[in-house]
């Protein structure tokens, strides 16, 4: 927990136009209460509490006079608007991913970034889980089958037949912190879990008895394939044509990362034409999806509109540790969820700290 400041402490720091007032922080759209509580206990909050993200202008001209931002990935905090927060020392983004924001940019301009590892890993192995079953078993079409008065057969032999999950094999592309807790779930249903990943992860070898194999073997022999990459250069388009045609006819894949890993339309193909069996969807090359979107169409595909971390508590503690990511800079302490540490060479945390 964070220490209560004495009035005294916070009002005594002097730093540009910040003299004898408290830092501001712009909070760019509606966030769970507990945030913001936290940051209004050291820091001039200035809440848009607004459920959409800012339009860009007005996130520009927000953060002007700005020493921190709590943002969410749906802000694009790039060189053009880092340049405009003279004053910014600290961005908080509620999300695991930083792939919205320029790290190397905000790391020459001295800039700390803190984020939210960690508090949202078992409720995303969750959701890609949900995801895998409910394609796998196809719960929705299924529903919707129900709903719209199509099942006039009370239980038929031949019926809505799906993909056994039980004894399959599971390849996870990425074995992060998310990638590692789906494994384990993966245990449960007796699987063999094939991963893969630009480091091998020999204690997962040894705690989850996952096997370490090629991008190549693991399309080819995963009856499951999820995705638990960042978003970078090297794994945008990752999953294009030529690798869901290396997939299984059986294989469904799971995509709870970053859309722009999968090529979507090569997906909406190889779902339509039946080059893979199935998909479970949690995000999109853009979100929202466009209306006449390929995949709308497709009964195989589960979507679910990038909600892979929101449960009542994740998203609480996603608030809090950001607050606090942001409130322990700027009392020039170093947070446990700094995500660009290289910073701290370039701007001390003692030439940061204003609480
Ligand atoms: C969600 O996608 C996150 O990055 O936290």
Not at 31 to 41: A, Q, S, Y
Not at 70 to 93: H, Q, S, Y
Not at 264 to 281: R, S
Not at 319 to 337: F, Y
Request: aromatic share 6%; proline share 5%; with cysteine.
């Amino acid at each position: 927990m964070l220490n209560t400041l004495s009035e005294e402490l916070r009002f005594k720091y002097v730093e540009g136009k910040n003299i004898g007032m408290k830092p501001t922080v712009y909070v760019t759209r509606r966030i769970p209460e507990i945030g913001i509580k936290l940051l209004e206990e050291y820091c001039e909050v200035r809440y848009r509490d607004e459920v959409p993200s800012p339009p860009r202008e007005e996130l520009l001209k927000a953060v002007e006079d700005v020493d921190a931002i709590f943002c969410t990935l749906n802000e694009r905090i790039d060189k053009e608007l880092i340049d405009r927060a003279k004053r910014l020392r600290v961005v908080g983004t509620m999300s695991v991913g930083f792939d919205h924001i320029d790290l190397e940019y905000a790391t020459s301009k001295g800039i700390y970034v803190v984020y939210t590892p960690g508090v949202l890993t078992e409720t995303v192995a969750d959701h890609a889980w949900a995801l895998l079953l409910a394609a796998a078993r196809r719960v929705v079409e299924a529903d919707n089958m129900i709903r719209s008065g199509e099942w006039t057969i009370p239980w038929a032999p031949t019926m809505m037949l799906g993909h056994d999950v039980y004894g399959k094999v599971l390849g996870i592309i990425g074995l992060g912190r998310i990638g590692y807790a789906v494994a384990k779930r993966a245990k449960g249903f007796n699987m063999r879990v094939l991963y893969y990943d630009v480091v091998r992860r020999e204690q997962a070898e040894k705690e989850l008895g996952v096997e370490y194999a090629s991008m190549e073997r693991i399309l080819k022999e995963s009856d499951f394939v999820s995705i638990h990459v960042p978003l970078t250069p090297e794994t945008r388009g990752l999953i294009g044509e030529k690798e869901l045609k290396m997939m299984k006819k059986t294989a469904v894949l799971v995509n709870t990362a970053r859309g722009p890993v999968v090529d979507q339309k090569a997906l909406a193909k190889a779902l339509e034409e039946g080059w893979i069996a199935a998909a479970g969807l949690d995000v999109f090359e853009k979100e929202p999806i466009d209306p006449d979107d390929p995949l709308l169409k497709l009964k195989n595909v589960v979507l679910t509109p990038h909600i892979a971390s929101a449960s009542h508590d994740t998203r609480n503690k996603m608030a809090e540790l950001t607050a606090q990511g942001i409130i322990k800079v700027l009392k020039g302490e170093r947070p446990d969820n700094l995500c660009n540490p290289d910073v701290l060479k370039v701007r001390p945390l003692d030439q940061v700290k204003i609480i």
